[in-house]
């Protein structure tokens, strides 16, 4: 069956850096879109960060780029989403999701497949 399990997530100062990693089990993720999403307490979930499959094309939402960046490892089955310059906004549990058709970019009811998520706390 289909997995995909975060990790990586943890409290930080703001400033600070946290690398969360995207693992998958069941299918080959470089033939996978995935996109990281997050969801703060009170709000909707967000999409953050997006890599294609074919090209490996990304994408940020305004709120995160130049400080965030996506990456693929096929050799691992993993994606990354590296975060530099946190903030206490970006606060969230955090979700990677992949889809086949990659349709989805950062809209997440397009993506099949989900994690369960990690925690990300940006806190003084």
């Known amino acids: 069956q289909v997995q995909l399990v975060e990790s990586g997530g943890g409290l930080v100062h703001p400033g600070g850096s946290l690398r969360l990693s995207c693992t998958a089990s069941?299918?080959?993720?470089?033939?996978?879109?995935v996109g990281w999403f997050r969801q703060a307490p009170g709000k909707g979930r967000e999409g953050v960060s997006y890599i294609s499959s074919g090209d490996s094309t990304t994408y940020y939402a305004d709120s995160v780029k130049g400080r965030f960046t996506i990456t693929r490892d096929g050799a691992k089955n993993a994606v990354y989403l590296q975060m530099n310059s946190l903030k206490p906004e970006d606060t969230a549990v955090y979700f990677c999701?992949?889809?086949?058709?990659?349709?989805?970019?950062?809209?997440?009811?397009?993506?099949?497949?989900w994690g369960q998520g990690t925690q990300v706390t940006v806190s003084s």
């Open positions: 999701a992949a889809d086949l058709l990659g349709v989805g970019m950062l809209y997440d009811i397009g993506y099949k497949h």
């Open positions: 069941g299918i080959t993720l470089d033939y996978y879109s």
